[in-house]
């Protein structure tokens, strides 16, 4: 069993804030936002002092990514002893399979009929004993062949369980989790998409992460399993080989480390004190994110194995995708300002989220304010320093990503990451439109989903990608 940390933390309910968690008044907020954004970029190119407000700002952020960069991640726990007997890797000393924490993985599933029976064989065989783990598939009124196939499945697995839900359910995939994480069993819960492709020994190594009594969640590498497929898709790849690399940077560092929901795992003491998911945003493994780290709990990085999902092959399901993570992602800052404002954090993670929060969403968030003065007063854009900084950051923390992740030549590397990071630019337009359209029109919240193909690997570069 995994004991919870011996600190108390202190709950959010507990918190006095009077309209915790802040969902209302999310335009208001995101309006004032923006008018603050752009009316000091306007200021920075209006006043004489302008340009020492940017080296300023500059030497913070070179001195954050400095550190950033040179720190040293720390190596995976050892993992436990395989079942299967096939398993060469250096073990720790095998207890009791009893003693095993039990794990229960949760897969909220909405018309997956192409990829759900994958999904349910492989959670069913993982290499962990089977009377140590479940897995929670929850039908969400699908009105394809899902439940047929979920039916036929239980005959076959006795760990998995099932639950259908009406079509007046609420809460989308937040409330489809919140539904059945309550009735589970486990330690340790898991959850999900229902296109990603699970390694056997998955748990084995995941497992021993949560040994450390404040680690609270750990997120699993997410590779694009369909990566070969076009050119969009081998930016996808890119795009999370720079995030893997920036994760393991900044949880070496004592930074944020965040979840991304397919391969979310979280220890269930740490879930109950944060009250489940959010159903009140759309992306509710971001926001989980912060109340775990407002709670005290750390989130750690797993970088192998990986969980393999699949990429978005065609520009408009990217922008639609892209949109909807980068709206959820803005949208956690005007729910939390003020835990951030009350020094919730420790100050190298306070320092941390705002660097990142400056170069995401900020910096293509002032980029139209800041070229049009810019054209007007015949001059470089104020920003541009700045910006050069984060192209930095992206060209070699995507490298670095990329030889982490994939075993492949140094100049296929290379090439791919100067398509990545020419990729990378259609998050200047989501988050720039994004930031505007959130400040004018409030968002209805539904349930809103990737169609999956069931596509197989078409690379086999490695195990891990």
């Not at 949880?251 to 009140?280: K, Y």
């Not at 750690?300 to 993570?325: C, D, I, K, M, Y």
Request: charged share 20%; glycine share 8%.
């Amino acid at each position: 069993m995994i004991d919870s940390p011996k600190a108390v933390f202190q709950p959010l309910a507990d918190l006095d804030i009077e309209d915790f968690p802040g969902y209302a008044g999310r335009r208001r907020k995101a309006a004032l936002t923006l008018s603050l954004l752009w009316g000091s970029t306007v200021a920075l190119h209006l006043l004489s002092w302008g340009s020492w407000v940017i080296l300023g700002l500059m030497a913070v952020l070179s001195t954050h990514a400095l550190r950033v960069m040179l720190a040293r991640p720390r190596l995976g726990p050892t993992p436990l002893p395989s079942q299967s007997g096939g398993d060469n890797l250096a073990v720790a000393p095998s207890p009791s399979l009893d003693d095993w924490p039990y794990v229960s993985l949760l897969v909220a599933a909405k018309n997956e009929e192409a990829v759900i029976q994958r999904l349910v064989t492989a959670l069913c065989s993982l290499d962990y004993p089977t009377h140590r783990y479940e897995v929670w598939i929850i039908d969400d009124n699908s009105n394809d062949g899902t439940a047929q196939r979920l039916q036929d499945l239980r005959q076959r697995y006795p760990q998995l369980r099932v639950l259908h839900r009406s079509a007046n359910a609420t809460g989308g995939k937040s409330g489809a989790l919140n539904q059945v994480w309550p009735d589970t069993q486990g330690d340790i819960i898991g959850v999900f998409d229902a296109d990603a492709q699970v390694p056997k020994d998955l748990l084995r190594h995941l497992v021993p992460m949560f040994s450390e009594e404040q680690v609270g969640a750990v997120q699993m590498q997410k590779a694009v399993v369909n990566r070969a497929k076009n050119w969009l898709t081998r930016g996808q790849q890119a795009e999370m080989a720079l995030d893997s690399y920036f994760q393991q940077q900044r949880i070496a560092l004592g930074g944020i480390g965040e979840l991304r929901g397919n391969g979310q795992f979280v220890r269930r003491s740490a879930l109950v004190q944060c009250g489940g998911w959010n159903e009140e945003t759309i992306t509710d493994d971001l926001d989980l994110t912060l109340r775990l780290h407002f709670s005290g709990w750390e989130v750690e990085f797993l970088l192998h194995p990986a969980v393999n999902e699949e990429g978005v092959e065609r520009p408009l399901a990217l922008w639609h995708q892209r949109n909807r993570w980068a709206e959820g992602g803005y949208q956690r800052y005007l729910d939390y300002w003020r835990f951030i404002a009350n020094s919730r954090l420790t100050p190298g993670k306070t320092l941390d989220m705002a660097a990142f929060w400056l170069i995401q969403y900020g910096l293509p968030t002032v980029a139209l304010p800041d070229f049009a003065m810019a054209l007007l007063r015949h001059r470089l854009p104020v920003f541009l320093p700045v910006s050069g900084l984060a192209l930095t950051l992206s060209m070699v923390g995507m490298y670095c990503g990329l030889r982490r992740t994939q075993r492949q030549p140094h100049w296929a590397s290379a090439l791919l990451t100067l398509w990545g990071n020419l990729y990378m630019l259609h998050w200047l337009l989501v988050i720039a439109t994004m930031a505007l359209r959130l400040s004018v029109r409030p968002k209805r919240l539904r349930w809103v989903k990737t169609t999956h193909q069931g596509v197989e690997d078409e690379l086999q570069v490695d195990g891990s990608v």
